[in-house]
């Protein structure tokens, strides 16, 4: 008889669990599947350890009480896949959104080939999504989704309902999640080639409060970037300093021509907007283009930051300078000659700071 361990992470949860456990346990007795249940309970400030320990009366039921971390599904996940006892894994969420008759199934799948990653998908063929979502909500979802895409070949990377084998996962103590998408985590760090989809309905939870706020998809944005850095690398980074060299661009701009409404010469303004402009892109590439290396002391970084950016800039600066004096286009057009300027430095300036500035090894 083959062995799995269904893994549920829980915050709040204690009005689900015995209707969670007695479905659980009249599907899996018409299978041919032992299991146990891993309840990995986030702190949760209801009733959910009492009524998990009387559920382990009568069902195979552990429950895990993570303590000395901050609350996250994520790594109540983990800690569920580290205390499994066997080798086959099944993750769900406890508000019955996903559909328990479909545990067989994705362990099915599981059998059918070697390093298989199975999830369960609303975005395939038979997959469902509940009939009472709101546009918005369903809206949010999509474009979650399409942000995710191109790490992974999986269709529904948001998905919470998925198996896998242990042996088949990444050292877990190097996995880096935020929030509670967990196995786009897996997916991405894991490097699985292999993802099969089972169609699922999805359904709406009918008892307790959605964990989905603000906060978590701000946590879902920085586990994109993390994730998107982890696999493009040096790519991801040239993006993003990209990104932060144009919100750069926005102070540079604004003081360029609010000195000039003060009196001071053009070519005077286009060098003093500079170090605003440097200082705000030092502090955003620390903590978001290269936020995954070590960090130096910020005084330190910033100068020599400031020192290599002043390169550029000289050539940013005469480019500025060649272009208005020498052409009477560019001297008409002078936001012209100043972006100009900025292309022509913007390669170089990125080529040091990854090489030189945020030079120490990224983090894995």
């Known amino acids: 008889?083959?062995?799995?361990?269904?893994?549920?992470?829980?915050?709040?949860?204690?009005?689900?669990?015995?209707?969670?456990?007695?479905?659980?346990?009249?599907?899996?007795?018409?299978?041919?599947?032992?299991?146990?249940?891993?309840?990995?309970?986030?702190?949760?400030?209801?009733?959910?350890?009492?009524?998990?320990?009387?559920?382990?009366?009568?069902?195979?039921?552990?429950?895990?009480?993570?303590?000395?971390?901050?609350?996250?599904?994520?790594?109540?996940?983990?800690?569920?896949?580290?205390?499994?006892?066997?080798?086959?894994?099944?993750?769900?969420?406890?508000?019955?959104?996903?559909?328990?008759?479909?545990?067989?199934?994705?362990?099915?799948?599981?059998?059918?080939?070697?390093?298989?990653?199975?999830?369960?998908?609303?975005?395939?063929?038979?997959?469902?999504?509940?009939?009472?979502?709101?546009?918005?909500r369903f809206l949010n979802s999509w474009f979650a989704t399409l942000l995710a895409l191109p790490l992974t070949r999986c269709s529904d990377p948001m998905t919470g309902f998925f198996a896998v084998r242990k042996h088949d996962l990444p050292d877990l103590e190097k996995l880096l999640p935020i929030g509670y998408k967990i196995a786009l985590e897996l997916m991405v760090r894991g490097e699985f080639g292999n993802i099969?989809?089972?169609?699922?309905?999805?359904?709406?939870?009918?008892?307790?409060?959605?964990?989905?706020?603000f906060r978590q998809q701000l946590n879902y944005?920085?586990?994109?970037?993390?994730?998107?850095?982890?696999?493009?690398?040096?790519?991801?980074?040239?993006?993003?300093?990209?990104?932060?060299?144009?919100?750069?661009?926005?102070?540079?701009?604004?003081?360029?021509?609010?000195?000039?409404?003060?009196?001071?010469?053009?070519m005077v303004a286009r060098a003093l907007s500079f170090w605003p402009a440097v200082s705000w892109n030092w502090a955003l590439n620390r903590v978001t283009t290269f936020g995954e290396r070590a960090r130096r002391p910020r005084a330190r970084q910033w100068v020599e930051f400031v020192a290599t950016s002043l390169v550029g800039f000289s050539m940013n600066w005469g480019i500025y300078a060649l272009l208005t004096a020498k052409v009477a286009f560019f001297d008409e057009y002078r936001i012209l000659a100043l972006i100009s300027g900025i292309i022509g430095a913007s390669v170089f300036n990125f080529t040091v700071s990854t090489l030189f500035v945020y030079s120490e090894k990224r983090g894995e």
Request: with cysteine; hydrophobic share 45%; net charge negative.
């Open 196 to 213: 099969k989809e089972v169609p699922i309905a999805f359904k709406d939870r009918a008892v307790g409060d959605s964990k989905m706020n």
């Open 1 to 136: 008889m083959t062995s799995i361990s269904i893994v549920v992470p829980t915050y709040k949860e204690a009005e689900n669990l015995a209707a969670l456990c007695k479905r659980l346990d009249e599907v899996m007795a018409e299978t041919e599947l032992s299991y146990e249940l891993l309840i990995v309970d986030d702190q949760s400030p209801d009733d959910t350890i009492a009524i998990a320990n009387s559920l382990a009366e009568q069902y195979p039921l552990r429950l895990i009480q993570p303590d000395g971390r901050e609350r996250d599904l994520s790594l109540s996940v983990l800690d569920g896949l580290r205390e499994a006892a066997s080798d086959i894994v099944v993750v769900m969420d406890a508000d019955l959104s996903h559909p328990i008759e479909k545990v067989p199934e994705l362990v099915g799948v599981l059998a059918s080939g070697d390093k298989i990653f199975v999830a369960g998908s609303r975005y395939v063929a038979g997959g469902q999504f509940d009939r009472d979502w709101s546009f918005w």
């Open 221 to 266: 944005i920085r586990h994109l970037r993390r994730l998107y850095l982890y696999k493009f690398r040096g790519w991801a980074e040239f993006v993003h300093y990209g990104a932060v060299g144009a919100s750069g661009f926005t102070i540079d701009i604004f003081f360029y021509y609010a000195l000039q409404l003060f009196g001071v010469e053009h």
